[in-house]
């Protein structure tokens, strides 16, 4: 039987529908490619339910759902205030700003929509202010003119024996940015 042989033009002509379908399988790949990350990038963007499985008695898996409400923010909300209204704790601020990759608390836009996630409730800053801790209180007036070298912390703590209590002093006074306090301001004290 006599060896076949290819011509240069039908190796050329081989090697061109070769290309082809390579190509062809290229740019089929590329457009499942861009189009499964285009499913993962929305998949990421949309707020998911945490949750997470576990076995029962009878070993059948169960879902476990934490519960994660949702908030459209309102004008005048803070984190701060958001967190007092679903934790009973101003402190639990933190843990909303970083369940939802927010880098400076301060800002936060009307009809945002943020997650509350499920954490447990720091110490309450919400309701009666409790008890002096540091039995220290020499503020007793409602209101205290600012000296050279107070600021927020100082100031709570010689009203309420609770340095915790600044973010009152800074909400009652409208203070857009409470570190900066001047000597000779007056601040009301809530009681």
């Not at 909300?77 to 369940?99: H, M, P, Q």
């Not at 912390?153 to 909400?171: F, R, T």
Request: no cysteine.
């Amino acid at each position: 039987m006599p060896k076949q042989t290819t011509t240069p033009v039908e190796y050329k002509s081989l090697f061109l529908e070769k290309i082809k379908q390579n190509y062809q399988s290229l740019v089929l790949g590329f457009i499942v490619f861009l189009v499964g990350l285009s499913v993962v990038m929305k998949l990421v963007s949309q707020p998911q339910k945490l949750g997470s499985t576990k076995k029962t008695d009878n070993s059948k898996e169960e879902k476990i759902e934490n519960q994660i409400n949702e908030y459209k923010v309102k004008e005048g909300d803070t984190l701060w205030s958001i967190a007092e209204s679903y934790f009973g704790s101003g402190f639990n601020a933190f843990d909303i700003a970083s369940a939802n990759k927010i880098t400076n608390p301060d800002l936060i836009n009307k009809d945002q929509e943020i997650i509350i996630p499920n954490v447990t409730p720091k110490q309450s800053t919400k309701g009666v202010i409790a008890e002096a801790k540091t039995k220290k209180v020499v503020i007793t007036e409602s209101k205290y003119k600012v000296k050279t070298g107070d600021y927020l912390w100082k100031i709570a703590l010689e009203a309420y024996g609770d340095g915790y209590q600044w973010v009152k002093i800074a909400k009652t006074n409208n203070l857009s940015y409470p570190d900066i306090i001047h000597a000779g301001n007056v601040l009301t004290i809530p009681r």
